[in-house]
Structure formats: structure tokens, C-alpha cells
């Protein structure tokens, strides 16, 4: 693993999502990594950090809507790097839009887990309701 400094790896999130992050270091247990989408830097289990192509392969994508922060589930064609939603539409992407879950591990909602105690998990559902009906639109 002490070759993927510098590399370019999906890594997971707080969240139990896996997201595109680039290798800084690897210390005994862990990887340190920052994240491409926002440049936050953090630290997942060597178990947690997956090359790009075994990824691709093995994770179920989804892709950052319009980069507007809800993701949905699509097939990913990562040479043109397009993601052909599960509702029939078609997004050009760049890496740092995608995010990946491996089959059977746990994942919490980001936004829902982070609004829950705020009160705003109904504004969060309306709003989702919204950008689906709207997405379907254009």
C-alpha cells in the first residue's frame, strides 16, 4: 500500500460512504487522505481506502446530481465518465462528483444524519421532493 502515495483512491467517509480522495500518507493502521469534492483531509482504516479501478468494479456509484449535493444511484461508464441514472437521465461527472457504497455495508444519509437533530428532516424531504420533480423536468 506504501505505493499509493499520491494516488488517487475512493476512501471511506464518516457517513459509510466511499469517496474520491487522493493518498498523503499511510501510517500503521490507517491512511491519510484528502478528499477531492472539498479538500477536507482525514483519516480512514487501510480496509476503507480502495484503488480507483476496484472501485469502479465493485461499488455501486452514485453520482452528485448537478454538483447540487443529492446523489443518485446510476451505472457509471468511468472512460467518459458519465453516469446513466437509475430514472433514465445522463450527467457528464468529474470524480469528485461520485461517491460509492460497498454491498452490505452500512451507510447513513449525510444530509438526514446531519439535520435529524435540528428539526429540518421535513424541509429535507420536501426539498428532495422538489429537486426530483424538478430533475425529471429539465
Request: hydrophobic share 40%; charged share 25%.
Amino acid at each position: 500500500m506504501s505505493n499509493l502515495i499520491g494516488q488517487t483512491v475512493f476512501a471511506r467517509w464518516k457517513d459509510g460512504y466511499y469517496y474520491p480522495a487522493i493518498v498523503d500518507d499511510i501510517m500503521v493502521n490507517v491512511v491519510k487522505v484528502t478528499f477531492l469534492e472539498d479538500g477536507i483531509t482525514g483519516t480512514a482504516v487501510r480496509e476503507h481506502v480502495v484503488d480507483l479501478q476496484e472501485a469502479f468494479q465493485k461499488m455501486q456509484m452514485q453520482g452528485n446530481w448537478g454538483n447540487e449535493g443529492l446523489y443518485y444511484k446510476g451505472r457509471l461508464n468511468e472512460e467518459a465518465m458519465e453516469m446513466y441514472y437509475n430514472d433514465g437521465d445522463v450527467e457528464r461527472l468529474e470524480l469528485k462528483q461520485l461517491r460509492g457504497a460497498r454491498p452490505g455495508e452500512t451507510v447513513v444519509w449525510k444530509q438526514v444524519a446531519g439535520w435529524v437533530a435540528t428539526g429540518a428532516v421535513a424541509g429535507l424531504a420536501i426539498y428532495g421532493i422538489h429537486r426530483k420533480i424538478t430533475k425529471k423536468r429539465s
